[in-house]
């Protein structure tokens, strides 16, 4: 049984596409985990998918934290964002698929890799799971191969990525320090920054650098600009961003 991890992202769409196209829907198991932070439009996207694929994708939330929600993981655990990673990726998405391995035991894993992530998929095979299908680097699929593959089979992608953000993350994604990312949440989720600013400065998160400093979201000027949005990781299933755990709070 392959395990294929759907992000609600355009490149784990066609990931999932492809390895039903070359094993058989009968050896697949799709699997999200709904984070409640994402984009409203999120949902819509993994109807259609499964719509598209010809199955269920499977939707699963760890025990511990059954309504997904980030706000929660950050308020139990006093904190936004490690060095390494967030309580969240950790609660939300590995213990939850952990979680789901453990009931499942799947023999094979398929993440959305594309030939520009082949470091990243070699460095979790090394790392962390070595069962893990390169479909799309395989395919050498690239990510706007991805969103072609989608968009040509009459779905529409997330509709975060209308707004200019590089992928299906939740809406102020705390993995994020870049001004451009904060600033661009600034303007087209203000609510949303505004909580994380609230939330952060309460919690003493400082989430945003400038010029190698960490400030605090209500610090940041509104027309600071940072690293490009491109740059930013899909959010991990697998420890990827989160292998330190020394330091953080139990
Ligand atoms: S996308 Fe960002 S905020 Fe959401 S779970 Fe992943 S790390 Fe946390």
Redesign the pocket.
């Known amino acids: 049984m392959i395990a294929v991890w759907f992000s609600c992202g355009a490149a784990s769409a066609a990931a999932l596409k492809l390895t039903i196209e070359e094993y058989g829907a009968e050896n697949v198991r799709a699997i999200n985990q709904p ?1 409640a ?1 994402e984009h409203k439009d999120n949902r819509r996207f993994c109807r259609e998918v499964a719509e598209w694929c010809g199955v269920e994708i499977e939707l699963y939330n760890a025990s511990k934290y059954p309504s997904g929600s ?1 706000v929660d993981v950050w308020n139990h655990r006093k904190a936004m964002s490690f060095p390494k990673g ?1 309580p ?2 950790r609660h ?2 590995i213990e939850a698929r952990q979680e789901w391995e453990a009931i499942n035991s799947p023999e094979w894993h398929v993440m959305g890799y594309t030939v520009e992530e082949k470091a990243r998929h070699e460095s979790f095979v090394k790392l962390e799971r070595q069962n893990l299908l390169p479909i799309l680097i395989d395919a050498g699929m690239t990510k706007s191969d991805c969103g072609d593959m989608v968009r040509s089979a009459g779905i529409d992608l997330p509709a975060i990525y209308g707004l200019g953000y590089p992928n299906a ?2 809406i ?4 994020a320090t870049s001004p451009t990312y904060w600033n661009l949440v600034r303007e087209t989720f203000p609510d949303v920054f505004q909580q994380r600013a609230e939330q952060s400065r309460r919690l003493g998160v400082r989430l945003a650098r400038v010029k190698g400093q960490r400030i605090f979201l209500d610090e940041l000027d509104p027309s600071a600009k940072g690293r490009p949005l491109w740059t930013m990781p899909p ?1 991990g299933l697998f420890c990827e961003e989160y292998t330190a755990t020394k330091g953080e709070a139990a």
């Open positions: 984070i932070e980030c967030a969240c990726t939300l998405k993350n939740c102020g994604c705390v993995k959010c």
